[in-house]
């Protein structure tokens, strides 16, 4: 990347997933690299096996939803390096429910960091970007801020959220030297299920078996993702499939709606016969207790 010499890179989420597999290419890469996490042990190890000089690559615990934190990283950067040349926003979390039954705890919960988490790193990196007239914001999103799976609607909104914001930086910060990318990858084999909230324990099972379906790795992403910073692009689609279904959302939208209507049927199915199996094991369960405690299933307390 000729148009960043300094070669410098901040990355949230950086302890795992795509956000490790960002930092160590970008460090095979020749660049230094900034670790925030809110994982802090794993952090530290992962920098630690590296055997780098603090100025090659460092952690830092940043929890995104506190400006504070976000604030001290930018302090920490600036002192260390001088300057920075692309901020990468890749914390993220995942939520599943219907519209009736996700509670609006679940919605806070993901807002605050998909959304938010990466506006608030935007907003304390987009002062030192003016003033150095240079600088790379790249927003990690998902095929979900595009299109729009039923029974998702928090996480789609958390990721549409950031294509939206993304898509306005561009046109404020373009003109001033300042490069802006959104990437939206599809599913692709991450931990991000083991910390999901859903509102059914089955979803999990069935987002492991999405992740696992996927041809290309998150290492494959981050290596998408440096080229595309190299080059400037805007929209950054990892995965061909999910590239041509968006292409069907915007010129048959129609057909697209029909389509994500048959999903929806499908998943009601589905959650219709996860409550029914969860009523019989519950039923059964209770029939078990009473056969092992007599008793006190006649009403016999003595």
């Known amino acids: ?76 950067i600036v002192k260390i390096w001088g300057g920075l040349d692309i901020l990468i926003n890749n914390a993220g979390v995942a939520t599943h429910g219907a519209i009736d039954q996700a509670p609006i705890e679940d919605w806070n919960w993901v807002l605050d960091i998909n959304l938010l988490g990466v506006v608030r790193g935007c907003k304390a990196f987009a002062p030192l970007f003016k003033q150095q007239r240079s600088g790379q914001i790249i927003n990690i999103a998902s095929m979900a801020g595009l299109l729009h799976s039923p029974e998702m609607g928090s996480y789609n909104a958390s990721k549409a959220g950031v294509v939206a914001l993304s898509e306005t930086l561009y046109g404020e910060l373009n003109h001033l030297g300042i490069g802006v990318s959104v990437v939206c990858p599809g599913f692709f084999p991450t931990a991000l299920a083991t910390t999901a909230r859903v509102t059914h324990p089955q979803v999990k099972e069935s987002i492991e078996r999405l992740f696992a379906t996927s041809r290309i790795s998150a290492d494959d992403i981050a290596k998408i993702i440096f080229n595309a910073a190299s080059d400037n692009d805007f929209y950054v689609l990892p995965h061909f499939t999910y590239r041509t279904t968006w292409w069907l959302k915007r010129f048959l939208p129609q057909l697209y709606l029909r389509s994500i209507r048959g999903i929806g049927k499908q998943m009601l199915s589905r959650r219709k016969k996860w409550e029914a199996e969860l009523m019989t094991a519950e039923q059964s369960a209770a029939n078990d207790a009473e056969q092992s405690n007599p008793n006190k299933a006649s009403g016999d307390f003595a």
């Open 1 to 76: 990347m000729q148009r960043f010499p300094e070669k410098r890179v901040a990355i949230t989420g950086a302890a795992s997933g795509l956000g490790l597999a960002l930092a160590k290419y970008f460090i095979q890469q020749g660049w230094r690299v900034a670790f925030a996490d809110i994982q802090d042990e794993e952090g530290e190890r992962q920098v630690a096996a590296l055997s780098l000089p603090q100025e090659r690559a460092f952690y830092q615990h940043v929890d995104v939803t506190s400006e504070a934190d976000m604030d001290a990283w930018l302090q920490a």
